[in-house]
């Protein structure tokens, strides 16, 4: 019992540390391409060296950090090409959802509008990270009145790609009021039908979500150099 007892407790110290780096890493306090060493953790944080290294195992399995070979665990970079390839998916994942709407079931509208009203919901907290889920859990349930659970992780799973990023947008825009009022939007236009007005949303959201997220990683770029 008494084993059990301490590894739930060993265990509960790694996810917090695990929260604290994911924290700093969502608020920019460490910029993607950071390196991330086990030993300056250790000491700034008060803990062991191994407890860094399994919390860093965790950050892997969430795609927020990456092993390099001879380099240690950074925080992850996208590359441009990576960028292009998650809007080009993500975009024709969306245009499905659309040619989906005349036949979407009840259930799968009620879980897009659950889904909007979260999203409204978290609008004035002070979490990026918290807005950043909402959205991405918003256009998972937008990919879901497929009626495809594959196509709608494979959605979640591209944004989840981009959630450092989108969450530093969330972070540093001043607009966030529209974009919810233009998901509100998109929401109304699935459940009357509009497959066309539902069409020309994908094609004109994708490329302005493509264009912030290109901005973002310019600007991270240019406070790398600034701080070199």
Not at 8 to 30: C, D, P, Q, W, Y
Not at 104 to 111: A, D, F, K, S, Y
Request: with cysteine; glycine share 4%.
């Amino acid at each position: 019992m008494t084993t059990n007892l301490t590894s739930k407790t060993e265990a509960s110290g790694v996810e917090k540390i695990a929260a604290t780096l994911r924290s700093a890493i969502f608020n920019g306090t460490f910029l993607p391409g950071d390196q991330l060493k086990e030993v300056a953790l250790s000491h700034s944080l008060g803990v062991s060296r191994g407890s860094v290294r399994e919390a860093l195992r965790i950050l892997a399995t969430e795609e927020l950090v990456m092993h390099l070979p001879n380099k240690g665990v950074s925080v992850r970079k996208l590359s441009l090409a990576e960028i292009d390839d998650i809007f080009l998916t993500r975009h024709i994942l969306e245009t499905k959802a659309c040619e989906c709407i005349p036949t979407v079931p009840e259930e799968l509208l009620n879980n897009l509008e659950e889904k909007t009203v979260a999203y409204e919901a978290v609008v004035n907290l002070d979490d990026p990270v918290t807005i950043a889920n909402a959205h991405i859990n918003y256009h998972k349930a937008l990919v879901g009145i497929t009626g495809s659970l594959k196509l709608a992780e494979l959605e979640e799973s591209l944004m989840q790609t981009l959630q450092v990023i989108i969450a530093c947008i969330e972070n540093d825009r001043d607009d966030t009021q529209n974009e919810i009022a233009n998901h509100r939007h998109m929401t109304e236009m699935v459940r009357s039908g509009c497959v066309e007005g539902a069409k020309k949303w994908v094609d004109d959201y994708i490329p302005i979500g493509k264009d912030f997220v290109i901005k973002q990683i310019l600007s991270q770029k240019n406070s790398l150099r600034l701080r070199r």
